[in-house]
């Protein structure tokens, strides 16, 4: 046995999936849904009719199972009353894994750390997170023990140095001490440009791709707009400060798997850079924006980059012009998400 020690929101025990109608968004549409090895052998060796129904709507590809989706992009375990048909008929336990967690992401490791999360991809979780009117995000920190050797002092120490700098850097945006970064960084009519030329590599889906164009739409005038929105809305900054660390907290951890901490560092800015203009696309057509709104933007933001792989990809690169041929062909991008089983 070794000793971790895991971290989460202090939110994270009150979320709550609405699993009703009153929910903005289903989450059991557009998705790559994979599933995992010990529920694809459970469906595989499932008898009777309850198991042929369950084999008739998943596939396999590349050794892996996956859950077949109609053409109207929903699963095809989705009743038409938006319920999941296994539950339904059997129980919680015998739904894949990812659709038992999501929209938390659990057990990201790095050396005896272990993070897990909550998805604003989600609109519950983005509810949970700006209608709470507290500044600051605060992390509960607990100490376990789980399976396999103990973790070797180096990696230790590398570790506890990673979560050092983000600590503080989780810090230091929620203080202001960032604000230049955070709101002055596209004052010039040349950086918002070449933000335009950057929002059109991201891919985009319904239901978040209208938004999505209506922030292309209004690059060249946010300029003027995100005065507006600052001076209208007292509580824009510190929403956007506590996103920012919300972003720092999980992306900053990338620089293990990465190698380098300069493209985790880019997204968290730009990350916040694009939530702002979402925001304004909202702003600009209504005139108002309530917390309700701020829910909305995060949000769209989350089901636009947050489960998209190639987006967060996207987010890490420095931009230049010069380079855009070599930017990656989303074509054959995947929506994930993330598995941790
Ligand atoms: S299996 Fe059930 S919970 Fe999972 S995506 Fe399909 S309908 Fe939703």
């Known amino acids: 046995m070794k000793k971790i020690i895991r971290e989460r929101p202090s939110y994270y025990s009150e979320y709550k999936c609405t699993g009703d109608t009153t929910c903005i968004d289903n989450c059991c549409n557009l998705w790559v849904l994979p599933i995992d ?3 694809s052998d459970y469906y595989l060796a499932k008898e009777g009719e309850f198991g042929e ?7 396999e590809e590349n050794g892996g199972w996956f859950l077949k989706i109609c053409d109207n992009g929903r699963c095809s375990f989705l009743t038409d009353n938006d319920l999941c048909s296994i539950r339904l008929k059997d129980c919680e336990d015998s739904q ?3 659709c038992k967690v999501y929209p ?14 909550l998805l604003i991809a989600c609109s519950e979780v983005a509810r949970l ?4 009117d507290r500044e600051r995000l605060e992390f509960i920190k607990t100490e376990e023990e789980a399976e396999g050797e103990e973790i070797d002092d180096n990696l230790k120490e590398k570790t506890s140095m990673l979560l050092a700098f983000r600590d503080g850097m ?20 040349e950086s918002l440009e070449s933000l335009f030329e950057d929002v059109n590599y991201f891919e985009g889906h319904e239901p978040t ?3 999505m164009n209506n922030v292309r739409a209004l690059i060249k005038e946010a300029g003027e707009l995100r005065k507006q929105f600052y001076e209208k809305v007292p509580k824009a900054k510190m929403w956007m400060r506590k996103t920012a660390a919300y972003f720092a907290h999980r992306q900053l951890l990338d620089t293990v798997q990465d190698g380098s901490i300069d493209g985790p560092l880019i997204s968290v800015f730009r990350s916040v850079h694009i939530l ?4 304004l696309s909202i702003f600009k057509e209504r005139g108002v924006f309530t917390v309700e709104d701020m829910v909305m933007s995060a949000y769209t933001f989350g089901l636009t980059f947050e489960i998209s792989m190639f987006n967060i990809n996207l987010m890490k690169e420095v931009r230049n012009k010069s380079k855009d041929k070599d930017y990656p062909d989303n074509e054959n991008s995947e929506l994930r998400p993330y598995l941790y089983p």
């Open 37 to 39: 090895k010990k529920t």
């Open 53 to 59: 129904y369950l084999r008739k709507n998943i596939y």
């Open 96 to 98: 894949p894994f990812i």
């Open 104 to 117: 938390r992401e659990t057990n990201i490791m790095v050396g005896n750390y272990r993070q897990d999360r």
């Open 129 to 132: 997170f700006y209608e709470d």
């Open 170 to 189: 989780v810090e230091g945006l929620q203080a202001g001490v960032f604000d230049k970064s955070l709101f002055e960084a596209y004052e010039s009519t």
């Open 209 to 211: 791709e209208t938004v």
């Open 276 to 279: 702002e203009l979402i925001c």
